[in-house]
């Protein structure tokens, strides 16, 4: 795979932390042009002391996303090659306690704000006939597990809406892929449990005893489950889909996302069911 990055530009979200921030840091240093984005103006006070052109993106607000692009296409003279929406979080909780709005706010961040942001980036990789989406899913966008509903319906969703651009963007030069990562270091764990506490009825909830339980896994210091990867593991499948003459629609990312993508096409529901639940 060559190396094409000198001089292309790329916009990444949720670049504060985690998959994101790494994600920025190495594209950085392999020749791109990063404009790293972050929620909250301190990120992206730190963003820029570190050397970044940063900008505040919020994926909540259509006003955001609009001068974020605008600003970003302005200094690139409209040409933007890459876009990583990587900016999302995870709202626990068993489905019965979620009340509308909290769904809603899930769907605002994970799904709509990144919908709006695609199609403003969409025009200008048409005009130059060439470009990369990637999207950073999750195994919980194809495989379902208790008490996260409201980000396995985010994720399952977004996997809906790329598979069906990806055949509308046929013939135009842009690609786009899925990213599917398992458990990743990051600090995933700690947003989650802000939202939950914030959210979530816990001693009015049938789920009370789980939730217990889910409290402590969610406070666990060190990696909560097996097979937890540092978020190199996911750049490395970002620079694939940025680079390759042909990237694939699907990027899984650890042992637990291979595993449950195969389990998924050999095992009847009932059986893949069993199996979540022990280890969900």
């Not at 989650?192 to 979530?200: D, G």
Request: aromatic share 8%.
């Amino acid at each position: 795979m060559a190396d094409h990055s000198k001089g292309r530009s790329i916009l990444i979200t949720g670049c504060s932390s985690g998959i994101g921030r790494c994600c920025a840091l190495t594209l950085k240093a392999r020749g791109y042009r990063v404009f790293a984005t972050a929620r909250q103006p301190k990120d992206v006070d730190q963003l820029k002391r570190e050397g970044f052109e940063a900008t505040v993106l919020d994926l909540r607000s259509s006003a955001s996303i609009h001068q974020a692009v605008d600003e970003v296409l302005e200094a690139t003279g409209g040409h933007l090659y890459g876009l990583f929406n990587n900016g999302a979080y995870g709202q626990p909780g068993a489905v019965e306690d979620l009340r509308r709005e909290v769904l809603e706010e899930q769907f605002a961040t994970n799904l709509f704000g990144t919908h709006e942001l695609t199609v403003r980036v969409i025009p200008s990789m048409r005009r130059q006939g060439e470009g990369r989406i990637i999207q950073n899913s999750s195994v919980l966008g194809f495989a379902a597990m208790r008490y996260r509903g409201a980000y396995n319906a985010s994720k399952f969703a977004l996997e809906g809406l790329t598979d069906t651009l990806r055949l509308e963007l046929k013939g135009s030069g842009v690609e786009i892929s899925l990213v599917e990562p398992g458990p990743i270091t990051s600090r995933f764990r700690d947003n989650a449990f802000r939202e939950y506490l914030k959210q979530i009825d816990r001693d009015g909830s049938v789920h009370q005893a789980t939730y217990q339980q889910m409290e402590a896994r969610l406070q666990k210091e060190g990696p909560a489950v097996p097979f937890t990867l540092g978020p190199e593991a996911v750049v490395s499948k970002v620079i694939h889909a940025l680079e390759s003459r042909r990237p694939k629609t699907r990027y899984h990312v650890t042992f637990p996302t291979r595993l449950f993508a195969v389990l998924k096409r050999l095992l009847p529901d009932r059986a893949l069911d069993e199996l979540l639940g022990r280890v969900g």
